[in-house]
């Protein structure tokens, strides 16, 4: 039985483990959490519409679930050999190596004057309380943003944040202090959400006249201050509390190590999200480089497809299935189901077409059911949809 050893214990880490397991190999993820976070319904933290809790599944339940082994760690080098543990351990023995260790952010100056939805879920629970503070105390100026990378357009985390700013808008009109509350977002994009169409665009802003989000994009951030965001052109966004995404930058490990790799620092794979040059080493999700159309997006969906590929392409290789597998490429599109609070909007991109479908009230307790599908699927509850 070959063993593989996937490093990462999140959305593809635990995706691949899962079909590895259907295939018989030998199984062992390394996270340095002991926990599957799930990012997608973690933007009801911040508001106490879900727990610590509802977004976290331990490890543990889901290895026993599939018959896999997982084992607690944090990987501080990554090479074509094996990889480095942080108490100075070196692991070689194992047949194949999945990496699957998501992205670090980019620093900007003043950066530690924000806070992140799709950091640790510390971080979150930081600017919950800071939030609450300001709720309690009555009054405040609130800020949300993204930014982006330069040299990976993709590596962008944009859906998050328009999320938990129209969450917290919400929260605050059911709560009757809208109107003593100052909401803002911004982006140095021109055109942030561009990448969903322009019915998206507009549905954007129109929403954010709607509900009297001023909107500052197109222009370069400066510096994160304690009491705002500085813009290059002057602009000063004052703020109690800014929520802030920066663009996905590589992995610390990753850079450390010698895989092939971008400017970037995100591992060169190919379509079998195999790593350039290496016959035993595979990347999935954030931490690789994806080619494809001038609006792709790293999204949790390509990140699973790209772990069922990887699984699929060892048992192929092994004589385990005779079912030659597909590339990442065929499953690159934009699928969101943007939560509200109080509705969504599901938007779909592909090469084709470009498709935006509001769902007042419905969209909210289609991800809210959505959540507890994945939980379920994710433990072995309930069959997983493909």
């Known amino acids: 039985m070959k063993k593989v050893v996937i490093l990462g214990g ?3 880490g635990v995706e691949c483990a899962i079909h590895l397991r259907k295939y018989h190999f030998d199984v062992e993820l390394v996270s340095d959490r002991d926990f599957l976070y799930i990012y997608p319904t973690s933007i009801w933290l911040p508001t106490g519409e879900a727990k610590l809790e509802n977004v976290s599944i331990p490890l543990k339940d889901i290895a026993k679930a599939h018959g896999f082994k997982f084992a607690k760690g944090k990987v501080v080098k990554v090479d074509a050999e094996g990889f480095v543990f942080e108490d100075g351990r070196q692991v070689r023995d194992f047949d194949y190596l999945v990496v699957a260790l998501g992205q670090s952010k980019l620093k900007q100056e003043g950066i530690e004057h924000t806070y992140s939805i799709c950091s640790s879920p510390e971080e979150t629970m930081k600017y919950k309380e800071k939030l609450w503070e300001l709720l309690r105390k009555g009054s405040g100026r609130l800020a949300f943003g993204f930014g982006g990378n330069p040299k990976a357009k993709e590596a962008v985390r944009g859906g998050p944040v328009f999320e938990l700013l129209f969450n917290v808008d919400t929260l605050l009109r059911r709560r ?3 109107n003593n509350f100052d909401l803002a977002f911004f982006a140095p994009m021109p055109r942030p959400g561009e990448r969903l169409g322009e019915k998206a665009l507009k549905l954007m802003d129109y929403m954010f006249k709607k509900r009297n989000i001023k909107v500052y994009t197109g222009k370069r951030i400066v510096r994160f201050l304690p009491y705002g965001i500085e813009l290059e052109d002057g602009t ?3 703020s109690n509390l800014t929520l802030f995404v920066s663009g996905g930058d590589g992995h610390p490990a990753i850079k450390e190590g010698n895989l092939p790799k971008t400017e970037a620092g995100f591992v060169r794979i190919d379509g079998h999200c195999k790593v350039e040059g290496l016959e035993k080493v595979y990347a999935i999700g954030d931490c690789a480089n994806i080619e494809g159309p001038e609006w792709k997006a790293k999204q949790g969906h390509l990140t699973e497809a790209m772990a069922r590929i990887c699984a699929r392409h060892m048992a192929y290789k ?3 299935t005779t079912k030659e597998p597909e590339t990442y490429h065929e499953h690159i599109n934009i699928l969101c189901l943007m939560d509200t609070g109080d509705g969504g909007a599901l938007a779909y991109r592909s090469n084709s077409r470009a498709l935006l479908l509001p769902m007042p009230l419905l969209g909210h307790w289609l991800k809210k059911a959505w959540g507890i599908y994945y939980g379920l699927s ?9």
């Open 10 to 12: 999140g959305v593809g």
């Open 378 to 386: 994710k433990l072995g509850k309930i069959p997983q949809i493909l």
């Open 236 to 238: 000063l966004i004052e």
């Open 176 to 178: 009757g202090v809208r």
């Open 318 to 320: 092994e004589g385990l």
